[in-house]
């Protein structure tokens, strides 16, 4: 029954959007979680879910009786659609891992991990190991940040203020060269980058579409196969980044 339940429940979600286009959603039902369910779960989000999985499991609760309780419990809307999503497949006798595929949330390592559970009935095993990948990516993750806020920091720095000596400053320069007839001196790359800056300052509207843009296409092409190979590759071959790639692979895969 809670089974069923959470698979009702789960269905009027999906539909949810769909009947807004058919006007037959109330004005009424929007809320604040109505949009949080389409928001993606944090890492986080995902390590509570495969702790509370386990607990559950090792009080010997069979799976879907688990996950139904999870459903229930969770107060994530978007990390509760994907739960009823796996409680559904279970009742059309797929695995938890095939629905699990469908989710970007779930990292490739993680999806193997349950699937080799499921399959030799060593589920338990399986979710201390997918527990143990998700917080030990998550340490590497926060020492990698904290090795790169210092570089990036200063690299911050420094580009805003050559942006600012270039704005504040050459103008300051121009008059001074203006003073003694020495205009014709001032070497023509910086001419062209003052020039372009003071471009981006009046078009500005212009320069933020233009970085948009570029934004949506680049993430939209890096999840292309071709583009998802080709940004992997310049990053692994990237001076900088290549040696963070050795520190953190290793990691990933122990």
Known sequence: DEAKEA????????????ELLKGD????????????????????????????????????????????????????????????????????????????????????TYINLIRVGEKTGSLVQSLEQALTYLQDNK??????????????????FMLVAAVLCIIFGLPVMEDMY???????????????????????????YFVIAVI?????VFNVWKRTPSGKYAWDKFILYFPVFDPLIIFVLPGKLL
């Open 25 to 108: 959603f109330k004005l009424s039902d929007l809320s604040l979680d109505y949009f949080k369910q389409f928001i993606k779960p944090s890492e986080e989000e995902v390590i509570s879910f495969t702790e509370m999985f386990l607990l559950l499991k090792r009080s010997n609760f069979t799976n879907i009786r688990a996950l139904s309780t999870l459903y229930q419990n969770a107060s994530n809307p978007s990390m509760k659609s994907i739960i009823g999503d796996i409680l559904n497949g279970m009742e059309t006798g797929n695995y938890i891992h095939t629905t699990m595929e469908y989710y970007d949330v779930f990292p490739p």
């Open 139 to 156: 340490e590497i993750k926060k020492r990698v940040k904290k090795a790169l806020i210092g570089p990036l920091a200063q690299s911050a």
């Open 178 to 204: 203006a003073g003694y007839g020495l205009t014709d001196q001032i070497p023509k790359e910086t001419k062209a980058v003052a020039n372009f800056i003071n471009w981006c300052g009046v078009h500005w």
């Open 212 to 216: 948009v843009g570029v934004t949506v």
């Open 7 to 18: 698979e009702a429940n789960s269905r009027h979600k999906k539909k949810s959007f769909s």
